[in-house]
Nanobody
Framework: QVQLVESGGGLVQAGGSLRLSCAASGRTFSEYGMGWFRQAPGKEREFVAAISYGGRRRWYADSVKGRFTITRDNAKNTVYLQMINLKPEDTAVYYC?????????????????WGQGTQVTVSS
């Protein structure tokens, strides 16, 4: 079992930055691939970024490439999403997810555990 708790969301102006954190419980965090997804009102949940269990491989949605960076610290059981140059269309609830070798990384069905989400609102 893995429990995930996101934090770091908030209200920011367009062009601003935020860093989301996702703290995981359990001693096997380093064995899980991790992903960030988001869901805007009235829209389906969509893939944002993912990182392999060792942190060597990363994937990004085209819409966030060059602006978002996913990292992980296995010693702290935490995965991060650094977001810069935020846009109003980035407004959503952001969820982190954990999966045992999720494949494909971009599919929400590849993940077994989910956090409760953190709200990110970008004003224009």
């Amino acid at each position: 079992q893995v429990q995930l708790v996101e934090s770091g969301g908030g209200l920011v102006q367009a062009g601003g930055s935020l860093r989301l954190s996702c703290a995981a419980s359990g001693r096997t965090f380093s064995e899980y691939g991790m992903g960030w997804f988001r869901q805007a009102p009235g829209k389906e949940r969509e893939f944002v970024a993912a990182i392999s269990y060792g942190g060597r491989r990363r994937w990004y949605a085209d819409s966030v490439k060059g602006r978002f960076t996913i990292t992980r610290d296995n010693a702290k059981n935490t995965v991060y999403l650094q977001m810069i140059n935020l846009k109003p269309e980035d407004t959503a609830v952001y969820y982190c997810a954990a999966g045992n070798s999720p494949s494909p990384y971009s599919s929400s069905t590849s993940y077994d555990y989910w956090g409760q989400g953190t709200q990110v609102t970008v004003s224009s």
